[in-house]
């Protein structure tokens, strides 16, 4: 069984940086994509970053493009995502989320995705 579970999520000032990593267990290094995504109070879930098996190939939503990485360790039982130069709007619960199907040009679909941790707080304060 897959499971997800994220760390990492806390409160930071403008311009402050965070990692939040998700530990995976269950789900094969094959996996075809990994995800972040996150949701704020009254908002759509929406996808920031994405990685393909591999770590092969990376995408990012235009607005946190520049700033935040998305990596996956060696092993693939890790993913991660480096968050610099946070502003106010970053704040949201964000998700790890995994699927076998390909991340392509609909990697920031949440039905894409079959597997989700329970979310990690980030509040980014002015």
């Known amino acids: 069984q897959v499971r997800l579970v994220e760390s990492g999520g806390a409160s930071v000032q403008t311009g402050g940086s965070l990692r939040l990593s998700c530990a995976v267990f269950?789900?094969?290094?094959?996996?075809?994509?990994m995800a972040w995504f996150r949701q704020a109070p009254g908002k759509e879930r929406e996808g920031v970053a994405a990685?393909?098996?591999?770590?092969?190939?990376?995408y990012y939503s235009d607005s946190v493009k520049g700033r935040f990485t998305i990596s996956r360790d060696g092993a693939k039982s890790v993913l991660y995502l480096q968050m610099n130069s946070l502003k106010p709007e970053d704040s949201a619960m964000y998700y790890c989320?995994?699927?076998?199907?390909?991340?392509?040009?609909?990697?920031?679909?949440?039905?894409?995705?079959?597997?989700w941790g329970q979310g990690t707080q980030v509040t980014v304060s002015s």
């Open positions: 990685i393909s098996s591999g770590a092969y190939s990376t």
């Open positions: 989320a995994a699927t076998y199907n390909l991340c392509g040009g609909s990697w920031y679909w949440v039905s894409l995705f079959s597997y």
């Open positions: 269950g789900y094969t290094p094959s996996g075809a994509c």
